[in-house]
Each structure stands twice: as C-alpha cells, then as structure tokens.
C-alpha cells in the first residue's frame, strides 16, 4: 500500500480491500472497472483513482498480476498444458495470454515452465511465501507502455545502423 493510505477514509479502504479480495478469489474472472466499483459501492473513477493511490497500481494491472502470478504456479506446480493454464487463470485468447505473460515476465510460458522444474530442487529449504514474493512480477509499467518502449528501441537503434 502507498504512503497515502493514512490520507484515504478507512471505511473507503475497507471496500476497497472488498474488491481486491474479490479479485484474489476469482482473478481467472473478468473484473471491469463497473463491477469493481459496485463491490465498493463507489463510482467507477472514485474506485479506479482511489485504488490507485492505495494499492499504487491500476486495477487491471493489480488482476494482471494476479493472473500472471497464478500461471506461474500452474506451470510449476501441474503439468496442465499452457492452453489450459491460459483458459483456467482467465485468458480467452492464448495468442494473447503468451504475449502478455512474456511482456510482464520476460520469458515464455514453456520457458518458465522448464526454468522453474529445473531449480524447484534449490527452493525446497525456501518458504513458499518467499518465493512467491521473489517471483511476483513487476508491473509497474502498463504492457502497452512495454511494447511501445520496445518498439522504440528496436527502431532507434535500426536507425542508428542505417548512414
């Protein structure tokens, strides 16, 4: 939580909290902004703006995280495949969920899947929560602003090439 929760009202926290355990319950849900906000009974920009400056992040990236958190478990943890993974953490396009979860983590799902099983040995001494803390991944950019950055950098330094 951000530093200006002590400025925030605590029963607007309270329901603020309502609609992120929502979202840990059923992240594999959608969660538009709407029905978020009737969970806390505020408007849509109150709870989008006052989520915000509790959590310090967006909501959709809050359950982007989740999502992807959760994936992360499912290729560790079962051997489901990455379709059904995709389908059970909320994805409705796979084309979409292997490119999202490679922009947030870095690596493709099979890439993560084999990373994990083959270092799973040296994190059995570790507590789960630790793990979970360390893998968690970092969304403090939006995905759009990722690729978009990305993208600029690929064609400036084609550019570059180019006398």
């Not at 969970?39 to 109150?46: I, L, R, T």
Request: glycine share 4%; proline share 5%.
């Amino acid at each position: 939580m951000s530093a200006d929760l002590a400025s925030q009202d605590p029963d607007l926290l309270r329901r603020l909290l309502r609609a992120k355990d929502r979202m840990d319950a059923a992240s594999q849900e959608e969660w538009p902004v709407g029905r978020l906000a009737q969970v806390s009974g505020v408007s849509e920009a109150h709870f989008a703006r006052s989520f915000r400056q509790a959590f310090g992040i967006p909501p959709h990236r809050y359950l982007l995280t989740r999502r992807i958190e959760r994936a992360v478990a499912l290729l560790r943890e079962t051997d489901l495949s990455i379709t059904d993974i995709a389908f059970d953490t909320g994805w409705s396009s796979l084309g979409t969920f292997g490119r999202t979860f490679r922009d947030i983590t870095g690596d493709s799902p099979s890439a993560i899947r084999m990373r994990t099983r083959a270092a799973t040995h040296d994190l059995a001494r570790v507590p789960i929560c630790i793990v979970s803390a360390a893998q968690r991944p970092d969304l403090k950019t939006a995905v759009s602003e990722k690729r978009r950055l990305a993208t600029k950098g690929t064609n400036e330094s084609e550019q570059q090439e180019v006398p």
